[in-house]
């Protein structure tokens, strides 16, 4: 008879683990690749032990897609911050980040999370994200007549760009040199709109 005691098993904090396991599962292959099972083995711990956190892969996503808004907002702010043509500085700072992280982009604005009433954290995080960029425009000076019109017209713009460019319609084209020339900030001496 064995005299040792089974000790519980305790990672430290699973959830956080769990979720930079699955955002590395999404760097490498997308929404597909992403899976409760794959990133409880890539943490050490057993796919039972995901569901403490995650009721299932939809949650998961949907709390990645919360932590992607999050770094998205805070993108946008840090761009507008730092340059004089701030709305112009937010559009760029939209590209960059749907060229930095395709994998997180996309599950931001795609269907993978069908359903994000579920989770409010996301919710409020999209909430937010909308309204840096709406905090923007009413800087850039398209307050009036129909600011909600324009606002979607320069989302549209800059999200329709950073679509093109992830699904490679654009090819030998800088997105970021785009959507400088596309919000009229100066491009950089070195850089050219065209091929």
């Known amino acids: 008879m064995s005299t040792s005691r089974a000790v519980p098993y305790h990672h430290g904090d ?5 979720l930079e396991a699955a955002a590395a599962l999404l760097d490498e292959g997308g929404v597909a690749a992403v899976s409760l099972r ?26 990645l897609a919360t932590q992607g808004f999050e770094a998205f907002s805070k ?8 340059a004089p043509e701030s709305f112009a500085a937010m559009g760029v700072a939209y590209v960059r980040f749907a060229v930095r992280h ?20 996301l919710q409020a995080a999209i909430a937010k994200s ?26 549209a713009l800059m999200h329709g760009l950073a679509m093109l460019s992830l699904d490679g319609m654009l090819p030998g ?23």
């Open 130 to 155: 909308t309204q840096v960029f709406d905090q923007g425009l009413k800087m850039r000076g398209d307050a009036a007549g129909d600011a909600g019109l324009a606002a979607l017209r320069a989302w």
């Open 75 to 82: 993108a946008m702010q840090q761009a507008a911050r730092k």
């Open 102 to 121: 395709p994998g997180m982009f996309r599950l931001m604005f795609g269907p993978a999370v069908a359903d994000r009433s579920r989770s409010p954290e």
């Open 14 to 18: 699973l959830k956080a683990a769990l």
């Open 38 to 63: 794959e990133a409880a083995r890539r943490v050490g711990v057993t796919p039972a032990a995901t569901y403490r956190h995650f009721a299932d892969k939809e949650a998961l996503l949907a709390a």
């Open 173 to 195: 084209y800088d997105a970021e040199t785009l959507a400088r020339a596309l919000t009229k900030m100066p491009l950089p001496a070195n850089k050219k709109v065209s091929t």
